[in-house]
């Protein structure tokens, strides 16, 4: 190219800009897929249905009992920033409101055929309609893009069809489909571990087996123990709230009797899985005393946090979140858990004794 003359600046076309700020959410099918469940329970759905085709790279489907989609919003839905849950810019700093900027469905629109079949519950039918880069498109060419009356019961079914299609750079570089499986079956497992009373099932398309299968009657700890087994037999219950802090914490850890390769922790911040690095270190250190040399904890924490404290400057689909006074936040829960440990470890002693 020429150096020498400066070049004509020119605007990107908008489909691309909108494909590249949907690939900054949506990495990988389980990205999709956990805005997807978020969006489900939001609804209040108490049954999650989720069907996958290839690591989800092929398909994406998920079905709810939520209740459902207004047929006169069905043409906006998947345009970004087009939420029902968020009214005003103050709204923002609310945490109920928390990774509700309506880009989910959007992003996932420009990565990915979609087809939306929704019911309320004072609809006396269902509609059916087609998604291309945010915007309505026909099922069939030379067909009407209008959503399509057909039957179904209350709730969304939401299909994801060969995800990142027109982005060849990440669709190359998600070449295992088993891994985003695993993936997937990980992200599942949590929220159906945070959501006793929502029965979640996950499978693969053409099985019938289900790889994940919870009741909306079972409790956590039966969840924990379908999920991941024996761990549910060596936990301690949690539950402590800081009234300075303005801060709960709830879960389930391990005690000094079990112990994992790696660390399996499942964080949530006022219901969203979440991510925190100095937490997590903060309680493997914990854990150190208690444990075998290179061996680690079983923990499930759920924190609710003044929605005032996190930080909504954090992008809603960034895992790593930071929240205000998170040195004492921190401090506090490992406080909790050293309690714990040291009280049942001490009870574990006296029992071996008599
Ligand atoms: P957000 O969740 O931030 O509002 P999304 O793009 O995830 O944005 O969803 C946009 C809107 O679509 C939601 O506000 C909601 O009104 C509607 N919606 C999406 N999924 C569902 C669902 N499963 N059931 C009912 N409504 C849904
Ligand atoms: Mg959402």
Redesign the pocket.
């Known amino acids: 190219t020429d150096k020498t003359n400066a070049r004509p600046i020119r605007r990107l076309d908008e489909t691309v800009v909108n494909r590249i700020a949907a690939g900054e959410i949506i990495h990988r099918p389980a990205n999709a897929l956990k805005?997807?469940i978020?969006?489900?329970l939001?609804?209040g759905?108490t049954n999650i249905q989720i069907t996958i085709k290839d690591g989800g790279l092929k398909l994406l489907q998920?079905l709810?009992n939520?209740?459902?989609?207004r047929r006169e919003?069905m043409s906006i839905?998947?345009e970004r920033f087009?939420?029902?849950?968020?009214k005003k810019f103050e709204d923002l700093s609310n945490i109920s409101t928390y990774?509700?900027?309506?880009?989910?469905?959007?992003?996932?629109s420009h990565v990915a055929h979609v087809t939306?079949t929704?019911k309320t519950a004072d609809s006396n039918c269902a509609y059916r309609a087609c998604y291309s880069d945010g915007k309505l498109v026909p099922a069939k060419p030379g067909t009407s893009a209008e959503p399509k009356a057909c039957a179904g019961n209350t709730?969304?079914q939401?299909t994801a069809e060969d995800v990142f299609y027109n982005v060849p750079t990440r669709r190359k570089a998600l070449k295992n489909p088993s891994d985003e499986y695993n993936r997937i079956l990980d992200v599942v497992n949590r929220y159906a571990i945070h959501n006793s009373g929502v029965s979640f099932t996950c499978k693969k398309q053409g099985s019938n087996q289900a790889d994940v299968n919870t009741l909306s009657t079972s409790s956590t700890l039966d969840n924990i123990r379908h999920i991941y087994g024996n761990v549910a037999s060596e936990l301690i219950e949690l539950g402590k709230s800081f009234r300075k802090l303005e801060f709960k914490v709830n879960g389930y850890i391990s005690n000094a009797n079990y112990n994992l390769k790696k660390m399996n922790f499942l964080l949530f911040i006022n219901h969203r899985a979440v991510e925190n690095s100095s937490l997590k270190k903060t309680i493997e250190s914990i854990y150190a005393t208690y444990l075998p040399k290179s061996t680690h904890p079983y923990v499930y924490l759920s924190l609710e946090i003044n929605p005032q404290n996190v930080d909504v400057n954090v992008h809603?689909t960034k895992r790593e979140v930071s929240f205000l006074n998170e040195d004492e936040v921190i401090a506090a829960i490992g406080d909790t858990i050293q309690e714990r440990l040291a009280d049942a470890n001490s009870s574990r002693v006296f029992l071996t004794q008599t």
């Open positions: 805005e997807l978020e969006n489900c939001d609804a759905a998920i709810d939520g209740h459902g989609i919003d839905v998947c087009t939420t029902s849950k968020l990774g509700f900027r309506g880009e989910a469905l959007a992003s996932i939306i929704t709730g969304t939401i809603p």
